[in-house]
Each structure stands twice: as C-alpha cells, then as structure tokens.
C-alpha cells in the first residue's frame, strides 16, 4: 500500500513499525551526544555565556562562529548536491526573505532572552538533563514566547 507525499508524484511506502523505532532512537542518541557535547565544552554554562556577554572569554564566541562556518558550509554542499532525503524527497534550501526588520527585532528578542536567562534554547533541556531544575522556569518562558509570537506573527513587522 502506498500513500501520496506532500510532493506530487512521490509516492511512498508506509514505515513500519521497527523503522520508526529506529528512527527515534537515532534521534535520542543524536540528541543525547549533542547535550554531551553542550556540557562539556561550557556552552551550557551561565559563567561561559555571561562571560562571552561582557567580552571577558573568546570562548563562546570561538563555538559560535564554529557553528556558524560549519553551517554555511552544509549549507552551500546541501544547495549543490541535489540529495534526496530518506522520503526520497529532493532536499531543497531557500534563500531567507529580503529586509533587515525582522533579523533585527528577532536577533535582538532572543539576544535579550539569552542574556537574561543565560541560556540559549538548545541547552535549556541539557541542563534539565543535568538536574538544574530553574531551568523548568526557563523553559516554560520559551514556550510562551513562543506562543505569543505564533498568536501575534501577523501583526508584527515582518
């Protein structure tokens, strides 16, 4: 039996359950060396990011911009390569939209949040996963701003 993609022409096979097993612990595995990763090299550290904020450590900053030149480069290679993804859906990366407004208010909303929890997203459930339990606070702010946003994207200057 096979079912319709969101692509037209793509048809596809539905997983089974093992596949889908698999796949989720994949992404546990992934998920737990990247906290790993996080914990160890301090970027999950409120001293290592209030350090970066006061121009105190290269640290962080030389993590950031690691990321940043690995990510342009997946990024060019993925734009070039024409792969396909598990699906068999060709994988596609569009350019951003034009304008500065919406990097700029954006940029400096997570900037601000980052600042004052000390804590970026992504190690917010890596240091839950260490048992630093105010980090629940953190998160539930995240989510609300997150929700916000998604009440009023329409009105904001995109």
Known sequence: MTRTSQI???????????????????????????????VKSEAASWYRIQEMFRFESFQMFGLIGSAVVT???????????????????TIRVTDKEKGWRRYVFGGLTFGVGWGLAG????PIFTLLGAGIWPML?????????TYLYGAFKDRLPH
């Open 8 to 38: 037209p022409g793509v048809h596809t096979e539905p997983a089974s359950s093992a596949r889908t097993v698999t796949g989720l612990l994949v992404y546990l595995f992934a998920g737990l060396y990247f906290g790993v990763v996080l």
């Open 71 to 89: 990510g342009m480069i997946t990024t060019m290679l993925l734009r070039r390569s024409g792969l396909n993804s598990l699906d068999g859906q």
């Open 119 to 122: 804590v970026c997203p992504g």
């Open 137 to 145: 606070l953190v998160l539930a702010f995240a989510l609300l701003g």
